[in-house]
């Protein structure tokens, strides 16, 4: 719960700033945030795999614990909505259009690749720090990152992109 709150707030921050005159910008302040300029610079990353900026903030949060990925998406939503109310995440999810295409940006074939991206990805530091204090070396550690990052990516890509090749958006 600790890291989970301390990541938001983090989050909020770098969803929040630096401030924007939605008045002088032709699309959501929140694009030119902090968070929004890192989740930019990622998605051509990991568009192949059916993922947007959004997701892919979530994914870089996430390293901390997955239970984070919820949150992050949120708080992310909760930013981009400047209203004095709280956004309901599945409604704000399932509303959200991709601006190239014009279709949903979450379909049931993009859940499908972020599901299959957590079952291979290490995406714990508590289980690196362990790893490190076993093994007295950061070989392991890195190694496993680095291995279970890939294999998490291109299996996520292959379901994606096998899924559009069947027919399936």
């Keep these: 719960g600790k890291i989970i709150m301390a990541i938001s707030i983090l989050l909020w921050f770098l969803a929040s700033f630096p401030k924007v005159d939605p008045k002088a910008v032709d699309v959501n302040p929140i694009r030119y945030s902090y968070v929004g300029r890192i989740g930019h610079a990622i998605e051509p990353v990991i568009r192949p795999l059916g993922f947007d900026w959004?997701?892919?903030?979530?994914l870089l949060t996430s390293f901390a614990a997955r239970e984070v990925m919820v949150s992050t998406m949120a708080t992310?939503?909760?930013v981009e909505d400047s209203g004095d109310y709280t956004v309901?995440?599945?409604e704000a999810m399932q509303q959200d259009i991709n601006e190239k295409t014009?279709?949903?940006?979450?379909?049931?074939?993009?859940?499908?690749?972020?599901m299959v991206f957590y079952v291979f990805a290490a995406q714990c530091m508590a289980t690196f720090a362990i790893v490190r204090q076993e093994t007295n070396s950061w070989k392991w550690p890195l190694f496993m990152v680095a291995y279970m990052t890939a294999l998490a990516y291109f299996s996520a890509m292959l379901v994606y992109?096998?899924?559009?090749?069947?027919?399936f958006s």
């Design 161 to 167: 992109q096998g899924g559009l090749l069947l027919g």
């Design 54 to 58: 959004k997701i892919g903030i979530g």
């Design 102 to 114: 014009g279709k949903p940006a979450y379909t049931p074939l993009v859940a499908l690749a972020l």
């Design 76 to 78: 992310i939503y909760n």
């Design 88 to 90: 309901n995440l599945r």
